[in-house]
T-cell receptor, first 116, second 111 residues
Framework: DAGVTQSPTHLIKTRGQQVTLRCSPK?????VSWYQQALGQGPQFIFQ???????QRGNFPDRFSGHQFPNYSSELNVNALLLGDSALYLC???????????????FGPGTRLLVL | DQQVKQNSPSLSVQEGRISILNCDYT??????FLWYKKYPAEGPTFLIS?????DKNEDGRFTVFLNKSAKHLSLHIVPSQPGDSAVYFC??????????FGAGTRLTVKP
């Protein structure tokens, strides 16, 4: 049983470019959350997708957008990249209606994005 | 906004001794608290949680204590083992919504 997978593992972009990160959830999970983890910081919640809709959103600008597909996989898109967007981007999957969904949350290994 | 704070970036403990990791929060609406453990090159994994209606939750060697009046929680690991060496994140949630994470504490357990 594969856990949460993310691609690519590493990515280098330049300012102003756009990037798409991909996530496949753990088998049986229906909810995907995205987090940004800057160096030396804890993960910061970007948004959560369930039933192909954005259900919750953290304090991130509209440059950050996402999508969830019918097979529950998800993409994170970031437009007009800034140097400050350099971070580890974590995807986590969970079961939405299982009490405290946070306990079922499995994280992927992350995609490290470097913006030059 | 740093609603969840872990003020100790690192902690070193001898094998067999107790490890105590601390976490403070500012938002009184938080009603669920979790600890995650992270090894290098892996994503965080859920370790233990506690609801705000409790003050203690125990799972094997791991115990989480919650002091609501002080807005403080702690994770106790007894006895500590070298395999416990990892970064530990404290996280909090309100109304089953998104989580706020602390910056993490790197625990090193020396043999």
């Amino acid at each position: 049983d594969a856990g949460v997978t993310q691609s690519p593992t590493h990515l280098i972009k330049t300012r102003g470019q756009q990037v798409t990160l991909r996530c496949s959830p753990k088998s049986g999970h229906d909810t995907v959350s995205w987090y940004q983890q800057a160096l030396g910081q804890g993960p910061q919640f970007i948004f959560q997708y369930y039933e192909e809709e954005e259900r919750q959103r953290g304090n991130f600008p509209d440059r950050f957008s996402g999508h969830q597909f019918p097979n529950y996989s998800s993409e994170l898109n970031v437009n007009a990249l800034l140097l400050g967007d350099s971070a580890l981007y974590l995807c986590a999957s969970s079961l939405r209606y299982q009490g405290q969904w946070q306990e079922t949350q499995y994280f992927g290994p992350g995609t490290r994005l470097l913006v030059l | 906004d740093q609603q969840v704070k872990q003020n100790s970036p690192s902690l070193s403990v001898q094998e067999g001794r107790i490890s105590i990791l601390n976490c403070d929060y500012t938002n009184s609406m938080f009603d669920y608290f979790l600890w995650y453990k992270k090894y290098p090159a892996e994503g965080p994994t859920f370790l233990i949680s506690i609801s705000s209606i409790k003050d203690k939750n125990e799972d094997g060697r791991f115990t989480v204590f919650l002091n609501k009046s002080a807005k403080h929680l702690s994770l106790h690991i007894v006895p500590s083992q070298p395999g416990d060496s990892a970064v530990y994140f404290c996280a909090a949630s309100a109304n089953n919504n998104d989580m706020r994470f602390g910056a993490g504490t790197r625990l090193t357990v020396k043999p």
